[in-house]
């Protein structure tokens, strides 16, 4: 197994001694090239950190590199609600973009429109305080990331799942509270959830130098805005459904 990275520190401190970590930056086709020699697959997630437009250059140039070295398969990470009446946010725009890329490489594809993951939870934890930035009043079927890798590991192995799209769901829907509720009772007892406007969070965001929050802070407006798109049925007949439940994923953080 090989990853591809920016960061080889960061990578091998990740994945450890069982993977081949490979420097590279997906803006240079040429150390992409280098990388896949040799690969059947790739599987692409990207993070801009508030570049969102990197996302449609990334895949435009994987999917190139890909075609040119004879990869076998791709698979991406999109998201759920990444259709085109969504565009008007920029991560989402660049995101349909780099689907067109990959369905026009020549190479095989399989694309997984993703709910929310529930490892992301734990990142609205500050100490003794889980916050709800911004108005998020749509329910998510938030999905396990060991389920993710299951249905993606076996889409390579499946034909039926080339040249697709699938759309991913957990088995239950929660909103952004209930769902931080649900993992604070099991796996961080005494951590209380409140709400955080998105002018405050801005707030916090320039005075404290928190620069992370600040890059993420158009997206909280956006997941405020729109909900969950498509239908898992068909990824699960083919890929077979997630099972992990949050209450579940939740007591095994303990």
């Known amino acids: 197994m090989r990853v591809f990275t920016r960061n080889l520190a960061q990578a091998r401190a990740t994945f450890g001694a069982e993977y081949e970590i490979v420097a590279g930056d997906v803006e240079d086709v040429r150390s992409l090239q280098t ?6 697959g790739i599987h692409i997630n990207l993070d801009g950190h508030g570049d969102f437009d990197l996302e449609r250059r990334g895949v435009e140039n994987i999917a190139r590199a890909a075609k ?28 349909l973009q780099a689907e067109t890329a990959l ?15 529930m490892e992301s ?7 003794k305080r889980a916050s709800v930035i ?28 080339a040249n697709k799209e ?10 952004m509270r209930q769902a931080l509720e649900k993992y604070c009772a099991l796996a961080q007892p005494g951590v209380a959830v409140g709400d955080l406007p998105l002018w405050m969070a801005g707030l916090i965001a320039r005075t404290s130098g928190a620069k992370e929050l600040r890059a ?4 909280f407006e956006y997941t405020g805005r729109i909900r969950e798109t498509g239908d898992c049925r068909e990824a699960n007949q083919i890929l077979g459904a997630p099972t992990t439940t949050l209450e579940q994923w939740a007591q095994l953080q303990m």
Not at 35 to 40: D, K, V
């Open 35 to 40: 990388a896949m020699q040799g690969c059947f």
């Open 216 to 219: 993420q802070l158009p997206f």
């Open 68 to 95: 040119q070295t004879q990869v076998e398969r791709i698979t991406y990470l999109s998201g759920a609600s990444v259709v085109a009446e969504n565009t008007w946010f920029a991560g989402t725009r660049a995101k």
């Open 134 to 161: 911004g108005k998020q009043p749509s329910p998510w079927h938030w999905v396990a990331a060991n389920d993710y890798a299951r249905m993606v590991s076996k889409a390579y192995a499946t034909p039926a799942a």
């Open 103 to 117: 369905r026009e490489s020549g190479v095989p594809y399989t694309i997984f429109k993703a709910t929310f993951f």
């Open 166 to 175: 699938f759309y991913i769901y957990g088995p239950d829907a929660y909103t």
């Open 121 to 127: 939870l734990p990142r609205y934890v500050q100490g």
